[in-house]
């Protein structure tokens, strides 16, 4: 009984990261089959890969996921970042309830904060298009770049800031000098993580995209639908690639920021 | 400008891009949906403000209520093998991993942050009628005519698990790698076996992480609806995508900021009831 339940929970956690990895693993290994199939080894080719990047739709969906996740995490990030300096660095009252609220996006429903985007553009009269989608992916986002950077912020040394005041540094040079050199690290990480929050969103898109702002996640979704192409699996296996390369970059930093003593 | 008032303005400047973007983005969004909830339908598919309660009307007849409670089911099952998967991974990272915990963990955010579309691709490459495992299993003769995997409720749950499984290891693992050994090593001493101070110990610290797994599973399973469309055939109906249908297909959009409301209210519950326990067990340990 003893024995069972020491092998029990190294056992549960091999089969658990068995699961996580091995539906990748195979969805990209068959991205290179020359054939068809996702069965069958047909030959190691890259065709595949050539079709889905002339793929009309999905080159279109492409430049809109690209074009909106830069934007977006340009602005979630900067909105993110001084909500979370706020935080640390300013006296105000209600900051817990401030905190709620910046990261209540990430708790709520997204399909209610989605239809609550569709219903606000049906009564403004706003079109759907790239500012909508923007728009959305930026409220999304928000909760990650702020809790990246507040805690970074909230570990930053207080005596810095001191130190610099009286070396006779003023606010904005405490800021510009001190401050931003030692949080850039995690805004880029928060940078990076938005930019793939919003590359990634799939329930905001459905709601907010217009005709000709379909972004990738849905365009792959409606050739889903009618059915699994190998097209499908090459350009999965291309964003598999990208994604695990942002997560090495953020994650190098992390760690790299763990392992100096302090 | 004296100090003090030149130090609010830095802040009200710090804050204002958050607030604003919470206001307009989140705050007076809802607010429309509730009004909308309220509004009547023009024969033009357009609505037209005013108070009626036709739309939850509708809502609570009986063929909504199957809809409420697949949804209900669900987000409960899902929680449930969420939790029964997830916890023996976190325990592992955090108690038996060593010094692979750091590993583990970053292995554990891959699958975490790949395109929710291309993970459902994945699966749908495994369990199609010509799938990977179809395949295998017919050729290792162990059945003779492929299952029918996709399209069934088994399908959808393997996508739920898959979907929010990082997502319930993560908050465990926090509450589990903030134990101290030392409460075991006591345990252990007074003659606990490792059963015994599982349940005595281990898993009372570790309840505030699993109740924030379960917030994290439970409310976005409600609201769900890729995954039962792609895995599940989209056959048994549910919360998320009456919501798509009413708001996308049907341009109904009083009913559809109906169902929207009520989705929000029941998470709004679960959340407000999960900072409840979370304080009282906090208190508690104090």
Redesign the interface.
Known sequence: M?KM??L???A??LL??V??????L??VI?AFNGGR????WEGFSLAWFAEALVDRGLRAGLQVSVIVAIASAVLAT???T??A??VVK???AGKNL?ST??I??L???????A??????T??TGVPLGYGTLI??H??VS?PFS?LIVRAAASGLDPRLDEAAADLGAN?RQIFVRVTLPLLLPAILSAFL?CA?IS??N??VS??VSGVGSTPL?IQ??AM??TG?TPK??A??AM??AV??L??LVV?GRY?KTIRKPS | MTAPRRGNLVTLALLAPSLLSAILLLAIPILIVIAFSFAEQDTYGGAKFGFTLTSYRELFQAIYLPIFLNSLQLAVVSTVICLLVGYPIAYFIALRAGRYAGLLLALLLIPFWIDFIVRMSAWMVLLGRNGTINSALVGLGVIEQPIRMIGTYPAVLVGMLYAFLPTTVLPIYAALSGLDGRLLEAADDLGATPLQSFWRITFPLSLPGVMAAILFVFVPAMGVYAIPVLLGGGKSIILGNLIVQLFLDFRNIPLGAAVSVVLLAISSVIIVCYMRVLRSVEEARV
């Open positions: 003893r339940l020491a029990y929970v190294p549960a956690t658990g990261y699961f996580l990895f091995a539906p990748l195979v969805l068959y199939s996702t069965v069958v900067a909105i993110g001084s909500a300096l706020a300013r006296p105000f401030f609220l910046v209540a996006p708790v709520l429903p997204e399909i209610v904060l239809v609550g985007l569709l219903v606000a049906v009564w728009a959305g930026v409220l928000i702020f606010g993580l793939v590359f990634d799939f329930v459905t709601f996640p792959i979704y889903l639908k699994l499908i699996n350009l999965g964003l598999i994604n695990v942002v997560i994650m760690l």
